[in-house]
């Protein structure tokens, strides 16, 4: 052994050194967990969370055109659109539109194909239920989004 | 009551004269009580510190800052099932916890907390702190026998080898310290007491005398009794990877807790004999080089003061929480925390109270110190194989030892030495 790692073992300097790091990760500054019901994580804004259908801010309506490119994109075949002819304004219009929460896998293909920028998949992460009864969504629950459930004693 | 507490406060009598039966008596409840109660304390410190250490959190939610973890956690043992497998042996099953927590306790007995704050100065109480302590390892085995279990018996074969083979070191070390009392003041003593006071008349703690001699010793006892402890990184007995939890694998509920108890006090046990051994127990910092009455003043203000700067962090704390309702009860909780914390430092500084329980306070910091490395060392180091334990136990802690208590021998006795040599050639 040479004189250089003796000397490192004599003094444990591997050990002070292994000691100063954990003495210098109690700083608040390095800690990572956070108090999730308190402190919610703010998500990146290309994070894909609970879809949502847009509607036009002025009238209300929805951006739907039902031109079914959405349903066509989608890998898992989840989204089924429904739409009728109103012969008043020859323009389609929604009859049912479901969005199956519990086989979507987030890929965000459907918000590509949209192309009147009505289906778009927000940074909502809370999208936790209890059972699979809630996790086909509506037009209005697309809409209106959901009540994430908050956290109360 | 009142008056009884102020005219004994006025009367400038030190308590616990040792011998007096009736002091003696209080000493070993207050002890008992204050063991288990830095024991709980201790549970609650590890797991946050430890936490911070790995960047977590730690307990947060049962209580302000997670405070009230401990208390959930001895309610849960204690009303856990108690089980004894269907093969143990029974009576020995029901006896090894109680062994293992008796001879912890036990050990506090020749602990002294101040000049006059002990049970009792026993002449040999090193030895009989050495002895009680050894036969903790006793019950380790009894209850690794009994279990009628793989794990447990090997967790504890383990134990009594590692503890068997670190003794010898940590008791070359001690021997070291006590042949530090005999030179130059010539009065060797093995009493606890005499110890620090022949720190106080030789003007030094050990752990400085001869350097670097004395320092050598002390970290051949500080890494001896960490194994003597088994606790990390040395804590093969209890090894989860390998062994579920050592010997006490087949313990639940309370008889579990009371391994803890007793694992937890018999750590408090060796650090206070490093502390009486090394650290001057009981003596302030600087006693020497800083003396006069200003400074026993300002010294003596120390421990009321660290009581009030620990009530303001609280206190900040408390100020910190999120400000919501469901941390409503936290935050007041925590804030009558500091509010005690600040009126305990206030009857600190109080002139009758400071000077008697500065002794006291002194010692328990340096312990706290110690208890404070032992969480350091489990945070930091990684688990030790059996055959490098055996290796540092054998290799390199026993010849240090050796190599010490020899060189404390010839640098003590140099005169004579040297005059014994000259008269020689003579």
């Keep these: 052994m040479s004189l250089s790692p003796l000397l490192r073992k004599v003094f444990l300097v591997d050990l002070l050194k292994g000691l100063s790091v954990t003495f210098n990760n109690q700083s608040e500054k390095e800690r990572i967990t956070e108090q999730y019901p308190l402190e919610r994580p703010v998500v990146f804004e290309r994070y894909r969370g609970q879809p949502r259908l847009n509607v036009n801010p002025d009238t209300g309506e929805s951006l739907c055109i039902v031109c079914n490119l959405c349903a066509l994109a989608c890998p898992e075949q989840l989204i089924v659109v429904k739409g009728e002819r109103n012969p008043v304004t020859k323009r389609k219009e929604v009859v049912s539109w479901t969005y199956d929460l519990s086989r979507c896998m987030f890929c965000g293909l459907c918000e590509e194909a949209c192309s009147t920028d009505a289906l778009e998949l927000t940074q909502d992460y809370e999208m936790a239920l209890y059972s699979r009864d809630g996790m086909v969504l509506d037009q209005a629950a697309l809409e209106h989004g959901q009540e994430p459930v908050r956290y109360a004693k | ?426």
């Design chain 2, 1 to 426: 009551m009142l008056d009884a507490i102020k005219s004994y406060l006025n009367s400038g009598m030190t308590p616990g004269e040792y011998g007096s039966q009736f002091w003696a008596t209080i000493y070993i409840v207050a002890i008992t009580l204050g063991v288990s109660l830095s024991v709980i304390a201790m549970n609650w410190l590890e797991r946050k510190i430890l936490a911070h250490m790995q960047i977590r959190l730690g307990p947060m939610r049962v209580g302000p800052h997670g405070l009230m973890q401990p208390f959930a956690d001895a309610l849960k043992l204690l009303i856990k099932e108690d089980i004894i497998p269907a093969n143990a042996d029974k009576l020995v099953f029901w006896t090894a916890p109680v062994v293992v927590t008796m001879t912890a306790f036990t050990t506090f007995l020749v602990v002294p907390f101040g000049r006059t704050h002990a049970v009792t100065d026993m002449n040999i109480g090193v030895l009989f702190m050495l002895g009680i302590s050894s036969l903790g390892v006793l019950g380790i085995i009894m209850a690794g026998w009994s279990s009628n279990s793989h794990y447990p018996l090997m967790g504890s074969l383990r134990s009594s080898a590692q503890m068997v083979s670190y003794e010898i070191a940590m008791g070359l070390a001690i021997v070291c310290a006590v042949l530090m009392t005999s030179l130059q003041t010539g009065t060797g003593t093995l009493s606890m007491i005499g110890i620090v006071e022949a720190q106080n008349a030789q003007g030094y703690w050990f752990i400085f005398k001869f350097f670097p001699l004395g320092f050598i010793a002390f970290m051949v006892f500080a890494i001896a009794m960490i194994a003597e402890t088994n606790r990390a990184p040395f804590d093969l007995p209890e090894a989860e990877s390998e062994l579920v939890a050592g010997f006490h694998t087949e313990y639940s509920g309370f008889r579990w807790s009371l391994f803890f108890l007793a694992e937890y006090s018999a750590m408090l046990a060796v650090s206070s004999i490093a502390v009486t051994l090394w650290l001057g127990g009981w003596l302030r910092p600087f006693a020497n080089t800083l003396s006069g009455p200003t400074w026993d003043l300002a010294f003596s203000l120390i421990p009321g003061l660290s009581f009030l700067v620990m009530a303001a962090g609280t206190l900040l704390g408390t100020i910190r929480m999120p400000k919501i309702v469901q941390m409503r009860a936290q935050a007041i909780g925590l804030g009558v925390f500091g509010v005690l914390l600040a009126l305990v430092g206030l009857v600190m500084l109080l002139p009758g109270v400071r000077e008697r329980v500065q002794d006291i306070f002194w010692f328990v910091a340096k312990v706290a110190c110690f208890m404070y490395l032992y969480i350091w060392y489990r945070g930091t180091f990684p688990r030790y194989r059996f055959d490098q334990l055996m290796k540092v136990g054998w290799k390199v802690l026993l010849p240090m030892g050796l190599g010490v208590l020899i060189l404390t021998a010839v640098v003590g006795l140099r005169q004579e030495l040297l005059a014994a040599i000259v008269g020689g050639a003579r």
